[in-house]
């Protein structure tokens, strides 16, 4: 049986019900309307308002620099446009780290403003007590853990994270941690597969890897990777189905074409 081709909503509670039984979860990041309505029309999941949106977006070369009130834009544009998927915003970067009413407050700002569905935050033992206030309100949390960009800065650089034992063991603590205080997910992100397999395993939660290999419960992309929309980010975990860039740029050089020609507009593209 498919859970997926069954359901008319998403829910967290859907998506606890597609890991038991054994149902992969798909979950695509979006950030506007158009885009957002065409992901959750093709059937997915799960979509996630990430951080991400001050690389793709933004051009910021981290995800440190967007704003919470930019990322309620960015939510609220999304909720808007889907009518299946469950939406999950991303608790930008000083909006939860520093005490727990400070994270409860941005995370009631973003449900209350967005309608989003939950929220997803960065790390484990270090913010707990931040996902047990959030969770005490009533609201869904998703734990993001493994590379944690808001992190860049303390790693240095964005290799594969975990591969050593000391930090693999917090790794799966932490994986529990979370999933005692109620969080509905786990993302783990470019962390051995056999890491992300062994949390899966041992976890009731979904885990949803990018760059945490096939043995975990769900994958996600960032949309402009997938696409090709972004040209110069590859790595290994990324598989592109389509090269939007291209088509792009030949569209646009086309219409530049025709401008310049005068063959835009022609007689029948415009009005009497
Ligand atoms: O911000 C984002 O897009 C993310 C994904 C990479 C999981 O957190």
Same mark, same amino acid.
């Given at each position: 049986?498919?859970?997926?081709?069954?359901?008319?909503?998403?829910?967290?509670?859907?998506?606890?019900?597609?890991?038991?039984?054994?149902?992969?979860?798909?979950?695509?990041?979006?950030?506007?309307?158009?885009?957002?309505?065409?992901?959750?029309?093709?059937?997915?999941?799960?979509?996630?308002?990430?951080?991400?949106?001050?690389?793709?977006?933004?051009?910021?070369?981290?995800?440190?620099?967007?704003?919470?009130?930019?990322?309620?834009?960015?939510?609220?544009?999304?909720?808007?446009? +889907?009518?299946?998927?469950?939406? $999950?915003?991303?608790?930008?970067? *000083?909006?939860? &780290?520093?005490? =727990?009413?400070?994270? @409860?407050?941005?995370?009631?700002?973003?449900?209350?403003?967005?309608?989003?569905?939950?929220?997803?935050?960065?790390?484990?033992?270090?913010?707990?007590?931040?996902?047990?206030?959030?969770?005490?309100?009533?609201?869904?949390?998703?734990?993001?853990?493994?590379?944690?960009?808001?992190?860049?800065?303390?790693?240095?650089?964005?290799?594969?994270?975990?591969?050593?034992?000391?930090?693999?063991?917090?790794?799966?603590?932490?994986?529990?941690?979370?999933?005692?205080?109620?969080?509905?997910?786990?993302?783990?992100?470019?962390?051995?597969?056999?890491?992300?397999?062994?949390?899966?395993?041992?976890?009731?939660?979904?885990?949803?890897?990018?760059?945490?290999?096939?043995? +975990?419960?769900?994958?996600?992309? $960032?949309?402009?990777?997938?696409? *090709?929309?972004? &040209?110069?980010? =590859?790595?290994?975990? @990324?598989?592109?189905?389509?090269?939007?860039?291209?088509?792009?740029?030949?569209?646009?050089?086309?219409?530049?074409?025709?401008?310049?020609?005068?063959?835009?507009?022609?007689?029948?593209?415009?009005?009497?």
């Amino acid at each position: 049986m498919s859970v997926h081709k069954e359901i008319k909503r998403v829910t967290t509670h859907v998506l606890s019900e597609m890991k038991l039984h054994g149902e992969k979860i798909s979950m695509l990041t979006s950030y506007d309307y158009s885009m957002a309505k065409l992901v959750d029309q093709a059937g997915i999941d799960v979509i996630l308002v990430g951080d991400s949106a001050a690389n793709v977006m933004a051009g910021h070369e981290t995800t440190l620099p967007i704003t919470l009130d930019q990322m309620i834009y960015h939510g609220k544009s999304v909720v808007k446009a +889907v009518t299946r998927c469950l939406v $999950v915003v991303d608790m930008p970067f *000083g909006t939860y &780290q520093g005490n =727990s009413l400070e994270a @409860l407050n941005s995370a009631i700002k973003i449900m209350k403003i967005t309608h989003a569905d939950a929220v997803k935050l960065e790390g484990g033992s270090e913010v707990i007590e931040s996902v047990q206030r959030i969770l005490s309100a009533g609201i869904p949390v998703m734990g993001h853990l493994g590379l944690m960009p808001q992190s860049i800065n303390r790693y240095g650089t964005y290799v594969v994270r975990a591969k050593e034992e000391e930090e693999a063991n917090k790794l799966f603590n932490d994986a529990k941690l979370l999933e005692q205080a109620g969080c509905f997910a786990i993302v783990l992100e470019k962390i051995p597969a056999s890491l992300g397999t062994k949390v899966a395993k041992e976890l009731k939660i979904p885990i949803i890897g990018i760059g945490a290999g096939g043995g +975990v419960d769900g994958q996600v992309l $960032v949309i402009h990777d997938m696409l *090709g929309i972004t &040209q110069e980010f =590859s790595p290994r975990f @990324l598989r592109r189905y389509a090269n939007l860039a291209s088509e792009i740029k030949g569209a646009v050089g086309n219409y530049i074409k025709d401008v310049k020609s005068k063959d835009f507009p022609n007689e029948k593209e415009q009005y009497d």
